[in-house]
């Protein structure tokens, strides 16, 4: 057998997608392998989010260079958002590199690397294809929780973004093979899912007869032995009334909810395309807490977008004071050649942006901690899934609204059981807490 190593950088869904490229590989006689100085094969999944997440691949093909002068047959692939953005960059800067292919051809990625090891390279593989679902079981299948991809693509043109053109369009996958592939994943073990898109909350208007995100959770809310759904990312512009109801009324999707907000600013949604205002989703929030009081939110924010100003900047501020969120993901604006405020006029310095981005730490880290000291006393429902890392005498596990639980249970309870646990002490980035007597057991949170 040969041996892959795989290198994994961004979102989920690049995730996601190794695993199905190392299930796919499995099927042509790859074994993965920790060790990359042993690999015959080397594919590197990258993100072109952001400049840094760019800068982290090149450096990483650096080392692989190095590595390569003492073994000239190893392969090395990119694959991945940059593979599709910047392949010839790629081939210019890192002439090391023997294969680069976008997520389009993941489907056929054992041709591929075959290919590239017949000295078919540099080989290039960044043109559109047909979605498939791939059906190759990763090679490890037994887990407790899954991502699952339900459609691939972004038609938003947030000016920020390069995801629209490093994605594609949307494209869904059709409910019945979503299901099916739920239905194996829980057939091997795992009890949640965490149904992916980029902009997950438009999954189905594609498919012929159109569905939405609330009829799939119904349909894979049917699977059973499966415990929880979670999804992500929703986009405000796409958030329904069935949607809403649907959080409400299908008892295994969990009650947590990731709102990307960018900026509490209309001038500053304006500019980056979001297609909603401050009040719209703060409609939103509220309409959401309307059917599930115990929702808990988080988001993503982009300081120093180019304009933003001091008052704009006090504006997320109130907006993440008012909503109350569970997690925040603070992000400094990075300038991405090709998306369209790259080019905008009032572009904000680094010093701004860094100095934004820890006053809104400190602000994060202020709401997110009040938020987690009213969970104390609280009977919580936990899904079991390991040791804690802090102490191993202990367990760890997550509530539905997504906190990491740290709770005595060693010898009681199992990974994979769902218990009840009193929250003893609420730290800010996480819970302790102590099984559950059952009297304490009638849960607060469903
Ligand atoms: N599709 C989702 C949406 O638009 O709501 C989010 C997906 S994106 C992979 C994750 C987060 O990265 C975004 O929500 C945004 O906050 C951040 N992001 C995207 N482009 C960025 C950029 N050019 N600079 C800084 N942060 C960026």
């Known amino acids: 057998m040969a041996k892959l190593h795989l290198i994994t950088y961004g979102c989920q869904m690049n995730e996601y997608d190794s695993e199905r490229v190392a299930g796919l590989l499995r099927e042509r006689q790859y074994e993965l392998t920790d060790e990359v100085a042993e690999a015959d094969v ?8 952001r400049e840094k ?28 958002c940059m593979a599709q953005l910047h392949q010839e960059t790629i081939l210019r800067r890192a002439p090391q590199v023997d294969l680069v292919f976008g997520s389009p051809a993941i489907a056929r990625v054992g041709e ?50 390069v995801v629209p053109r490093t994605r594609g369009r949307e494209r869904s996958h059709p409910p019945a093979a979503i299901v099916a592939e739920v239905e194996e ?18 999954y189905g208007r594609d498919l012929t007869p ?64 979001r297609g909603y205002t401050r009040a719209r989703y703060l409609d939103l929030i509220a309409a959401l807490r309307d059917v599930e009081p115990a929702m808990a939110f988080s988001t993503d924010i982009i300081v120093g977008f180019p304009g933003e100003t001091e008052a704009d900047f006090a ?30 006029p009032e572009q904000v310095s680094d010093d701004v942006k860094a100095d934004r981005n820890r006053r809104l730490l400190e602000v994060v880290e202020r709401v997110t901690g009040a938020r987690s000291a009213r969970l104390a006393g609280r009977t919580m429902e936990v899904l079991v899934d390991g040791v804690s890392r802090r102490n191993p005498g202990e367990l760890a596990g997550r509530t539905r609204c997504n906190r990491v639980v740290n709770f005595d249970g060693q010898g009681q309870v199992a990974v994979g059981d769902i218990v009840e646990v009193r929250v003893t002490d609420a730290l800010p980035h996480s819970l302790r807490g102590t099984l559950a007597t059952p009297e304490e057991a009638v849960c607060w949170s469903k």
């Open 42 to 49: 080397v594919l590197v999944n990258t993100c072109a989010i």
């Open 53 to 80: 997440a760019e800068d982290k691949v090149f450096s990483k093909l650096g080392e692989l260079k190095r590595l390569k002068a003492g073994k000239p047959e190893m392969i090395i692939g990119v694959m991945g």
């Open 112 to 161: 591929l690397v075959e290919r590239a090891r017949r000295h078919e390279r540099p080989l290039l593989e960044t043109g559109e294809a047909p979605l498939v679902k791939i059906t190759a079981k990763p090679p490890s299948t037994e887990r407790l929780k899954a991502f699952v991809t339900v459609m691939e693509g972004c038609e938003k043109h947030c000016t920020f973004c």
């Open 185 to 202: 994943l829980v057939a091997g073990g795992c009890r949640e899912v965490t149904l992916l898109g980029q902009t997950v909350n438009a």
């Open 210 to 273: 159109p569905t939405d995100l609330a009829e799939l959770f119904a349909r894979v809310n049917d699977v059973a032995g499966l415990e929880r759904i979670r999804f992500t990312t929703s986009n405000p512009y796409n958030l329904t009334p069935p949607l809403i109801a649907a959080m409400r009324d299908v008892p295994k999707v969990c009650e947590w909810f990731h709102l990307p907000l960018q900026s509490g600013s209309d001038r500053m949604l304006e500019r980056m395309n």
């Open 315 to 344: 504006e997320t501020v109130e907006v993440i004071e008012q909503v109350g969120y569970d997690n925040v993901f603070v992000f400094r604006y990075s300038r991405r050649p090709g998306a369209p405020a790259a080019d905008m």
